[in-house]
């Protein structure tokens, strides 16, 4: 009996790294799994196979989740294919770094639009449909800088900033509605995104970590069971960090 039996999970940005591990995790504790991504490649392909291992339901979506009518539509389609949505995770994210005085308008645009309002999007798609059904876990992919802002990093850090105050507020509004919404704030994380910082850099950012190692998306992942799953039945509105004690 797997803790999310008879579920169905929705994740944005899911075709690899932090997304992969969740959709694969979910999968593995019984969820159908419907995922999005900015295009439907051979890595989209891989991922759905992967999750389709455990025997679960799964579908792959190209959908942009910045895009608010696009946002509406997909979510339509997975409530036909799959009748219903327990399960939101807002994990599609991008990072286009720089100091302030040197950030062109293009880059704040770029990074509060994908990280940020792409949360909004699904979250104003979905919460109808989960009002109803009188339940549903929303879990937004922040960050630690988004708790503690980092040099280099105004437009990334403004956008887990928000997401944790978006959280926050659905948890209060949506509450009564039995709607729960929490934030994971991961720290240093072994995936795409972290590879392509200068080797200098990561190995800087390791030593500040007490835990001495980088995380792996299946660190994240397990936070993730955990919120979507009645473990936390009585957790909403909550920032959990999952980064080996940096920032803490
Ligand atoms: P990643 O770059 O490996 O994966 C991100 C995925 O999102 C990719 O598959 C990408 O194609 C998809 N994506 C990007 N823009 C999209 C859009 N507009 N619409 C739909 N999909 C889109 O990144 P990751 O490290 O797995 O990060 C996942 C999330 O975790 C992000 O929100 C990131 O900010 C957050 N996070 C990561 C770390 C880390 O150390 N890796 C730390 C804190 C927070």
Redesign the pocket.
């Known amino acids: 009996m797997g803790l999310l039996n008879g579920k169905v999970a929705l994740i ?10 969740i959709a694969l995790k979910y999968a593995s504790e019984g969820a159908d799994i419907a995922f ?4 439907i490649n051979d ?2 392909k891989e991922t759905l196979e992967a999750i389709r291992a455990f025997g679960v339901k799964a579908e792959a979506y190209a ?5 608010f009518e696009a946002a509406h539509t997909v979510v339509s389609e997975i409530q036909a294919e799959f009748g219903r949505i327990d399960i939101l995770v ?6 286009k770094d720089g100091l302030m005085m040197r950030m062109s308008e293009q880059q704040w645009d770029a990074v509060l ?3 940020l309002k ?1 949360a909004f999007n699904y979250i104003h798609a979905c919460t109808p449909i989960m009002a109803k059904q009188r339940g549903g876990s929303i879990i937004n ?6 708790v503690s802002g980092n040099a280099g990093q105004c437009n ?1 850090s403004a ?2 900033a928000g997401l944790i105050g978006l959280a926050k507020s659905i948890a209060k509004e949506m509450g009564p509605r039995g709607i729960r919404a929490n934030c ?11 590879m ?1 910082l200068p080797e200098k850099v990561r190995e800087e950012w390791a030593k500040t970590i007490p835990l001495r190692r ?2 792996t ?1 299946e660190d ?1 992942a397990n936070v993730a069971l955990f919120l979507a799953s009645d473990l936390s039945s009585y957790v909403s509105g909550q920032v959990i960090h999952c ?1 080996g004690a940096m920032n803490c």
């Open positions: 944005t940005g899911a075709a690899r790294g932090i997304g992969k591990a999005t991504d900015i295009e890595t989209v959908s942009d989740a910045s895009d807002n994990n599609a994210g991008i990072t639009t994908v990280n792409s992919m922040s960050s630690v800088v988004g990334y956008s887990k994971i704030a991961p720290g240093f994380i072994i995936t795409d995104m972290t392509s980088g995380g998306p994240v980064c």
